[in-house]
């Protein structure tokens, strides 16, 4: 069973900077692709960006290519994700999610364990 804590949320103005933080414990964390989704009050959770298990390909939404970043590190069992350039449509809670590595890494359905999520708010 593997759990994901998410940290980092926070409110920022429109054009800052904010760094989130997912911490795995459980399972052996090099096996697994790591994603981050994000969820808008009154929009159905959405795909922000992946990053294989490997860590040598990424994956992004459209609407976050260019701004947002992942990582990982599989020494510490933590994916990151830094976002730049924030704007007043990306807030919204955000969940760190994982599944064991394959295909389909932007399918929401593909993922069985997800974090308690963090809110990001920005403020125009």
């Known amino acids: 069973q593997v759990q994901l804590a998410e940290s980092g949320g926070g409110l920022v103005q429109a054009g800052g900077s904010l760094r989130l933080s997912c911490a795995a414990s459980?399972?052996?964390?090099?096996?697994?692709?790591m994603a981050w989704f994000r969820q808008a009050p009154g929009k159905e959770r959405e795909f922000v960006a992946a990053i294989n298990w490997a860590g040598t390909t990424t994956y992004y939404a459209d609407s976050v290519q260019g701004r947002f970043t992942i990582s990982r590190d599989n020494a510490e069992k933590a994916v990151s994700l830094q976002m730049k350039g924030l704007k007043s449509q990306d807030t919204a809670v955000y969940y760190c999610a994982t599944k064991l590595r394959g295909s389909n890494v932007r399918e929401i359905r593909r993922y069985p364990y997800w974090g308690q999520g963090t809110q990001v708010t920005v403020s125009s």
């Open positions: 459980g399972g052996t964390f090099s096996l697994y692709d």
